[in-house]
C-alpha cells in the first residue's frame, strides 16, 4: 500500500538518491525532477497535479530554479504543500518563501530523521483544501 507521491526536485541526483531511498521506506512512491523545468513537465503528466502529496524542492538549479519553480507550483497547484530545501541558508529568501505558503526551509544535508518528521507531519496534516 502506497502513503502517496512525493515529488523531489534537487539538480543533484545523488541528493534525489538519498532522499528517495530514506522516503521510500516509508512507503511512499517519489517522482524526481532535476530542476524546475522538468519538475513543471513531471507534474503535468498524468494526475500528478492532484496525486502528489508533498513536493520537495531545492533552490538553486539551473534552467528554471526552486524560486521559480515554487511560484508556478503554488499557482497552479496551490493544495499541495512545498518543503524547500537548499544547501545554501539564507533567512530572506525563507522568509519570502514562506510568505508565498512553503511549510517547511530545511537545510542540506537533511538528517533522516527531521526530513522523514517533516513529511510525516505535512502528509498527515493532507493539502490545503478551502472550498
Do not use: W
Request: hydrophobic residues 45%.
Amino acid at each position: 500500500m502506497s502513503a502517496g507521491k512525493i515529488m523531489i526536485v534537487d539538480d543533484e541526483e545523488d541528493v534525489r538518491e538519498v532522499m528517495k531511498v530514506q522516503l521510500e521506506g516509508k512507503n511512499f512512491k517519489i517522482l524526481e525532477a532535476g530542476d524546475g523545468e522538468e519538475a513543471i513537465a513531471v507534474m503535468k503528466k498524468e494526475d500528478h497535479m492532484v496525486n502528489v502529496g508533498l513536493i520537495i524542492c531545492d533552490i538553486r538549479m539551473p534552467k528554471v530554479d526552486g524560486v521559480e519553480c515554487v511560484d508556478y507550483l503554488r499557482r497552479e497547484a496551490p493544495g499541495i504543500p512545498i518543503v524547500v530545501i537548499t544547501a545554501f541558508p539564507d533567512t530572506e529568501l525563507a522568509t519570502s518563501l514562506m510568505k508565498k505558503g512553503i511549510k517547511d526551509f530545511l537545510v542540506k544535508p537533511v538528517e533522516r530523521e527531521k526530513l522523514i518528521g517533516v513529511v510525516d507531519k505535512l502528509i498527515a496534516a493532507g493539502k490545503d483544501v478551502s472550498f
